[in-house]
Nanobody, 123 residues
């Protein structure tokens, strides 16, 4: 069974850091682009970052550039989202999703989704 599982969310103060993990089971992530998305209450799900297959190029939403970093650990079959300098507006449920090879800005292009992990930034 092909599955993505996110972890690493939690409650953090403004200015703090979290590292989210997206672990795959049932398939290797080497051939898949992995996108991170988030959805805040009452808002649409939006793209945050994406890394192309084979450890390729990355992209970021303007709102997180310079603060978030996406990277792979091939040995662990896991993609991470390092989030620094967190702001209250980063509060959302974060999802990872996979599609073959290339990143896409469209949610419907992704074939596999995790269940989400809650990130809350508050003092």
């Amino acid at each position: 069974q092909l599955q993505l599982v996110e972890s690493g969310g939690g409650l953090v103060q403004p200015g703090g850091s979290l590292r989210l993990s997206c672990a795959a089971s049932g398939f290797t992530l080497d051939y898949y682009a992995i996108g991170w998305f988030r959805q805040a209450p009452g808002k649409e799900r939006e793209g945050v970052s994406c890394i192309k297959a084979s450890g390729g190029s990355t992209n970021y939403a303007d709102s997180v550039k310079g603060r978030f970093t996406i990277f792979r650990d091939k040995a662990k079959n896991t993609v991470y989202l390092q989030m620094n300098s967190l702001k209250p507006e980063d509060t959302a449920v974060y999802y990872c999703a996979a599609r073959y090879m290339y990143c896409s800005g469209s949610l419907r292009d992704y074939d596999y989704w995790g269940q989400g992990t809650q990130v809350t930034v508050s003092s």
